[in-house]
């Protein structure tokens, strides 16, 4: 490419260097629809390499106190820290997501995990059991796996990234990770502080490149015993299939169609802005997001009413301007499957009452090309529609209405997916029944996306398969050993 000097060209991380690659991917600011970097296209040479260096670095690592690990993880927060706008500035080029967003919740969340799970690996503890008439006791002891392959998605790069290198490696294993080639640039400056963190050549080995190249080499490797996994429900399945013949221990976070429950004693002064926020959050390219709002009839139209004039109130555009809300969508075909879900709804009787089609998209110069939607809100949506059925993962939100809590439930419960869901009501004994009943790994009530690290994070039924959190991620990350002692 003739402008090719002008670009970030990225290196993969192997063995405590930064190696070139003989092939590249173009990366897209999405935000001005340009070429701005040059990502490893990996494949199984590369992988191997990693792999090697995980495996080499394995004895030593695995071999450290979890005081001496949890010293090296604190060291690593401290310097993404010193370096938070940098890396919210990078994160928010490279995603399209808001500078607000990255600096305010991508960055510090990235950083907290590391914290996390640098205090959380010091205070576990294993079980122990007596059998007194036998002349016996019992004890369990954990161990590191090995090398752990650690795939990450676009949406959140940095943020969902340490979440799964922090627990590997503070429980004693060595990773390979692939990032989304789509957004690799923070993984690529996280690299850079390994070093000065103290943390050892080829503990964290990060290798760029496509599912399809690096992700299914990485999958496929007969010496990478765990797979931690989050995408889509696709990927996940030939992930499953892939790893099968090696008998790999898998934790899977997948998508949702996350329904917001809202009862007509709900107090609509938070509810509505709250819900306006987790249907539109990071331009709702978050698994959490809502997708399906479900609303009581008695107030049905006084929450359409108020809740489009809020998300109209919603800015979209430049994601380096500070007062803008919904920055740019990943890429330019996915911005074009998300407005396919707003005609295939509209195609079926639906009303769009605000966003694409509906409402003017005002741009500055500079990002007319990029891949911006305003917040789109569907009604009159029947419950079998691909629109409520599907994940759409953008700034699309369907609000529909309903009688009774029975009816409800059932329709909320209504999709493939089982990943989080909302309940709204001032009754106590109804939020707590409902939460219940919900096919649904996470469920908030009067809120949303308040999150406790120590507590389980997953899915239901194709949302995924295992949890993550202090207890999870540390049963994942390790191998148990029961212990039998006669005396």
């Not at 692939?178 to 502080?193: F, G, I, N, Q, Y």
């Not at 964290?204 to 496929?220: M, P, S």
Request: glycine share 8%.
């Amino acid at each position: 490419m003739a402008h090719s000097k002008a670009l970030l060209v990225l290196e993969n991380f192997i063995g405590g260097k930064f190696v070139p690659c003989s092939s590249y991917i173009d990366s897209y600011n999405p935000s001005t629809g340009d070429v701005y970097c040059r990502v490893p296209d990996s494949g199984k040479e590369e992988v191997e390499a990693a792999v090697k260096a995980a495996k080499d670095a394995f004895p030593i690592w695995s071999s450290k106190s979890p005081s001496e690990r949890s010293q090296i993880l604190n060291k690593l927060a401290d310097l993404i820290e010193h370096d938070l706008e940098e890396f919210a500035q990078a994160e928010s080029k490279d995603q399209g997501k808001t500078i607000t967003f990255a600096r305010t919740v991508d960055i510090p969340r990235a950083v907290h995990n590391f914290r996390f799970f640098a205090s959380s690996i010091l205070h576990h503890v294993t079980e122990c059991t007596e059998m007194p008439a036998m002349g016996c006791m019992h004890y369990t002891s954990r161990a590191p796996v090995g090398v752990a392959g650690l795939i990450s998605p676009w949406n959140l790069p940095l943020y969902l990234l340490t979440w799964k290198i922090a627990p590997a490696i503070a429980c004693g294993n060595t990773v390979v990770a692939k990032p989304s080639e789509m957004t690799s640039v923070t993984a690529w400056m996280m690299c850079k502080l390994l070093e000065k963190a103290g943390v050892p050549p080829g503990v964290v080995n990060v290798v760029f490149g496509t599912g399809a190249k690096a992700g299914e080499a990485l999958v496929c490797h007969p010496d990478v015993p765990l797979i931690s996994f989050t995408g889509s429900t696709l990927t996940a399945q030939r992930i499953t299939e892939k790893s099968a013949p090696h008998c790999k221990r898998l934790s899977l976070e997948l998508g949702g169609k996350n329904p917001a429950i809202i009862f007509d004693d709900a107090d609509l002064s938070q509810c509505i802005p709250t819900t306006v926020r987790s249907s539109f959050a990071n331009q709702g390219e978050i698994c959490l997001c809502t997708s399906r709002i479900f609303v009581q009839r008695g107030i049905y139209n006084e929450f359409l009413k108020r809740f489009v004039t809020e998300a109209r109130k919603w800015k979209t555009g430049n994601p380096s301007d500070p007062t803008v809300n919904v920055g740019a969508l990943i890429s330019k075909e996915h911005l074009e499957k998300v407005r396919n879900y707003v005609k295939k709804a509209q195609a079926e009787g639906a009303r769009v009452l605000c966003g694409e089609g509906v409402d003017p998209l005002p741009l500055p110069p500079g990002n007319q090309k990029g891949y911006f939607m305003s917040p789109t809100v569907i009604t009159e949506v029947k419950d079998d529609s691909c629109c409520m059925q599907e994940e759409i993962f953008g700034p699309v939100t369907c609000v529909v209405a309903f009688d009774t809590e029975e009816e409800v439930i059932k329709r909320a419960n209504g999709v493939k997916y089982g990943l989080a869901a909302t309940v709204w009501s001032g009754n106590v004994g109804r939020v707590h029944r409902v939460a219940h009943r919900l096919q649904a790994g996470l469920v908030w009530t009067n809120c949303w996306l308040v999150r406790d690290l120590n507590l389980p994070f997953g899915g239901m039924k194709a949302s995924g398969i295992g949890r993550e959190g202090a207890k999870d991620s540390y049963e994942f990350f390790t191998e148990v050993k029961t212990i039998t002692i006669k005396h």
